[in-house]
């Protein structure tokens, strides 16, 4: 499925650098979520938004900057970051129906790594 | 406050054999179920989902999933498991008019031969 498109796929960067991972959506929908996913651990959910607005920060470190100038794209900015925040991270979208009844699409998500 | 539980690590079967993953949620009222597949370098993909009404819900793929309000359960089935259903499977659930899907940790699942 490429509704949901993730760049990079793979990210190896120093605990001193800066970088942002990109998600975009091709399905019209208007919320959109960032999750974190480590190994024996249980997805994460990092942040939301709805229409563009955060709705929803899981007590996230600072490190993590999230934005989302539309509703087809975000972004998580990353600075500073520590070797725990080595993980898989993943974009998913969902039509904003009544309640939680509309599935989150998800992309395929970063891989990324923490020297 | 919501919860899921998948008991089940890691199953192994044979190809051709059936096979039963199991889910459990905590919820104080009627819940959105789902289960997720992941192949190994993708994303999630959506199995299935139950909302409302029939208890049994069919799936992509072949499989099926059964509510069941009393055990507090959402199993998921197939009854002939192919070697391309190796992946790991995730169950979640969410609550009525918010965003939120809380994920079990996932049962890993191999196919042999």
């Known amino acids: 499925e490429t509704g949901v498109t993730q760049t990079p796929r793979h990210l190896v960067m120093g605990m001193t650098n800066k970088k942002s991972l990109k998600c975009e959506q091709h399905?019209?929908?208007?919320?959109m979520y960032w999750y974190k996913q480590s190994a024996k651990k249980p997805l994460e959910l990092m942040f939301v938004?709805?229409?563009?607005?955060?709705?929803e920060n899981n007590s996230v470190p600072s490190r993590f900057s999230p934005e989302c100038p539309n509703s087809s794209h975000l972004f998580l900015h990353l600075h500073t970051l520590q070797p725990e925040d080595s993980a898989l991270y993943l974009c998913?979208?969902?039509?904003?129906?009544?309640?939680?009844?509309?599935?989150?699409?998800f992309g395929d998500g970063t891989r990324l790594s923490i020297l | 406050a919501q919860s899921v539980t998948q008991p089940d690590i890691h199953i192994t079967v044979s190809e051709g054999a059936s096979l039963e993953l199991r889910c459990n949620y905590s919820?104080?009222?009627?819940?959105?179920l789902f289960w997720y597949v992941q192949s190994p370098g993708q994303g999630l993909q959506l199995l299935l989902k139950?909302?409302?009404?029939?208890?049994l819900v069919q799936g992509i793929k072949g499989f099926e999933a059964e509510f069941k309000r009393s055990q507090s359960s959402f199993n998921l089935r197939k009854p002939s498991v192919h070697w391309s259903d190796a992946a790991e499977y995730f169950c979640?659930?969410?609550?009525?008019?918010?965003?939120?899907?809380?994920f079990g940790t996932g049962t890993r699942l191999q196919v042999f031969p």
């Open positions: 998913a979208s969902s039509g904003r129906g009544e309640g939680s009844n509309q599935p989150q699409h």
């Open positions: 399905l019209g929908h208007n919320a």
């Open positions: 938004y709805n229409f563009k607005e955060q709705t």
């Open positions: 919820y104080g009222a009627t819940p959105y």
């Open positions: 139950y909302f409302s009404g029939d208890t």
């Open positions: 979640a659930v969410g609550a009525y008019n918010t965003d939120k899907l809380i």
